[in-house]
């Protein structure tokens, strides 16, 4: 029997997780690690604690299940996307702390690109928005402002990488600097149309192209890592970390979709052979394949998913655990004309409105505790309606299913409003997992362990459950026509 080890190194914790060759999970770890605020809007990670976290899971890994190098077929990494590290390398040594995909330090440097007319350039290039966000502007930055980082970049002696390459290059002991698709499609520096770094882009932001790694497949032997008690394997796979999702879903075809209910929820849809260009708000950008050609994806996120939850729970109070906000909602018999449009800090897709605010509507003398509670949760659902619409609109593609996973994806009350509100079949996988089993499937299938097919296969025998659209027709229409008021009055 031999395993694949899968590690995700997410934005506030590390994970490893083994499988089987059946596609079981043997053993998973995870570890917290420090945030870093330097400042109110800025987000960093010290590089150290990062690399820390990933050698600790895989030696817990290696000890909970009692395997060794020998037993281990393959690696998978999956990551936190567009975070931004740049080190010496010879040394491997980090000239400033990883700033993290959150972090708003260059939001003013992205609204004079917007300004001086590069959205259009930008977006034909990358499928991006210009953005603090993506790492082009990150990288930037770090070269403007780190002592010395510019002539020691274009000296050649630093080198630029997300999570995956700067993890990469310490396990490989400095042999590998790579990354995949999936993440260098999201540096705002890579064409995904001729799938290499653009150089038009990188004189725009002024970053020496020998700073940047080589780009390979999602589903590719990267090389092998050098120490620790995997030394020898090799790592068969990088993927960003909604891309893994996508992959570990099974969304392999065109009009497949995910959605991931974290704090923030996640949508992509893989598109095929062919970007689709978004006319409503959305990014297009590069998905994960088993062979060596990527997919396109559309990507739409809404800002606050289940940090409307945390707020019921922190804010005001109405909940003591998230989970209770099932059992409350379930409760009330209906909402009772209440919308709680969770705009905290704008609306994302389709609306695109930094100034809309949260707003609770339509509230009477008799509206109840467990109606705002449920409202909230409705909230979360109407959003991502609003980004499946956008995306079927672009696409041209009607959505009859939409798999999910992410913590809140464990609330039964929210996914059976998503697949009433949506008409469409709500399919909840191994929640939790799918990011870092996607990371597995594509590192089984290139280490030739598994098949496209077996993956589906296992995913088809794993455990899942289906939430089925009940509502009546003229109910739901109903209800969609108030979200759009609650929306309207949220912008006002
Ligand atoms: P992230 O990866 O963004 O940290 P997770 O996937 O761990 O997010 O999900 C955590 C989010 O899910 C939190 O915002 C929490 O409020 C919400 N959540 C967790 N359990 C539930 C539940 N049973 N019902 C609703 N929301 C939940």
Redesign the pocket.
Known sequence: MKYILAIDQ???STRAHIYDQKGECVCGYQLEFPQIYPKPGWVEHSPADIWNSVCSVMSLAADGAGLSAADIAAVGITNQRETTVVWDRRTGEPVYNAIVWQCRRTADYCKKLVRDGFSERIYNKTGLVPDAYFSATKIKWILDNAEGARERAERGELCFGTVDTYLLFRLSKGKIFATDYTNAARTMLFNIHTLEWDKELLRLFDIPPCMLPQVFPSSHDFGEIAEGPFKGVHVHSVVGDQQGSLFGQGCFEAGDIKN?????CFLLMNTGDGPVKSENGLVTTLGATASGKPCYVLEGSVFV???V??WL?DGVGLIKR??A??RAAMRAKDSGGVYVVPAFTGLGAPYWDANARGTITGITRGTTKNQIIRAS?EGIAYQVYDVVKAMERDAGINITRLSVD???S??KF?MQFQSDILRAEVVRTRH?ESTVLGAAFLAGISAGIWSKSDVLAMLKGGERRVFSPKMEEGERLSLLAGWEKAVQKSRL
């Not at 991931?260 to 923030?264: A, D, E, H, K, M």
């Open positions: 997410g934005t506030t991931t209910y974290g704090t923030g998913g289940g940090a939850v945390q729970r998230a989970s906000s099932e949760l992410g913590g809140a464990a609330n929210l939790g």
